[in-house]
């Protein structure tokens, strides 16, 4: 394939809220997010749907997530 590139694939899914069964026992729902990272590259932002976030939100997940 001349002139092409290959893609990324990247698998997420919508919230890190949820998931029960797979966050640690006892983790903070603040602490959430960055143990979501460890595993999954995507996630869809999806409480801005519902309501408007703040941007030092945004600002305070881009900080706690890994760069890419």
Do not use: H, Q
């Amino acid at each position: 394939m001349t002139g092409r590139t290959a893609a990324a694939i990247r698998i997420g899914i919508s919230s890190w809220g949820g998931l029960p069964e797979f966050y640690p026992s006892g983790i903070k729902s603040g602490d959430k997010l960055t143990w979501f990272a460890r595993f999954f590259s995507v996630v869809e932002v999806n409480v801005s749907f519902y309501r408007l976030v703040r941007p030092d939100t945004y600002d305070k997940w881009a900080e706690i997530t890994p760069p890419d």
